[in-house]
C-alpha cells in the first residue's frame, strides 16, 4: 500500500523534536534578541533543576536549535538564528509537498 508520508530532513526532524516540549519552547524565549545564557542561569529563570536544564538545553543544541560555545568551564548558549532557518525551509518545502496551497493546487484536499 502506497502512503504519501512527508519525507522531512534531518534538520527539520531535529526542530520538530527539540521543539516538542513546552518547556523548551518556554526556554527558547529566553534567548530571543541574540542573549546568551548559562545553564545555572536558565535553570534559576525557568525554576528548574541545573540536571532537567542540562538534559533540555542538550535536547535543543542535538535539534539544531541552540549553539553553544565554552569559556573555561563554563558553557555558553544562544539560538542558532543559521540551524532554525535551514529547518524551516526544509519544514515548508516537505509541507508543500505534501499540501500545497489551494492556489497552487486547487481541490487537493488537504485541508
Not at 502506497?2 to 523534536?17: H, M, V
Request: with cysteine; proline share 3%.
Amino acid at each position: 500500500m502506497a502512503t504519501n508520508a512527508i519525507e522531512l530532513s534531518t534538520e527539520a526532524r531535529g526542530f520538530l523534536k527539540a521543539l516538542a516540549s513546552e518547556t523548551r519552547q518556554q526556554i527558547m524565549e529566553l534567548f530571543a534578541g541574540g542573549v546568551e545564557l548559562t545553564v545555572n542561569e536558565v535553570a534559576e529563570r525557568m525554576s528548574l533543576a541545573q540536571s532537567a536544564t542540562s538534559t533540555h538545553l542538550a535536547t535543543l543544541r542535538e535539534g539544531g536549535v541552540l549553539a553553544s560555545r565554552r569559556e573555561w568551564k563554563t558553557v555558553y548558549y544562544r539560538a542558532d538564528g543559521t540551524r532554525i532557518r535551514k529547518a524551516l525551509l526544509d519544514l515548508h518545502a516537505s509541507l508543500n509537498a505534501c499540501c500545497p496551497p489551494e492556489e497552487e493546487a486547487p481541490g487537493c484536499g488537504c485541508d
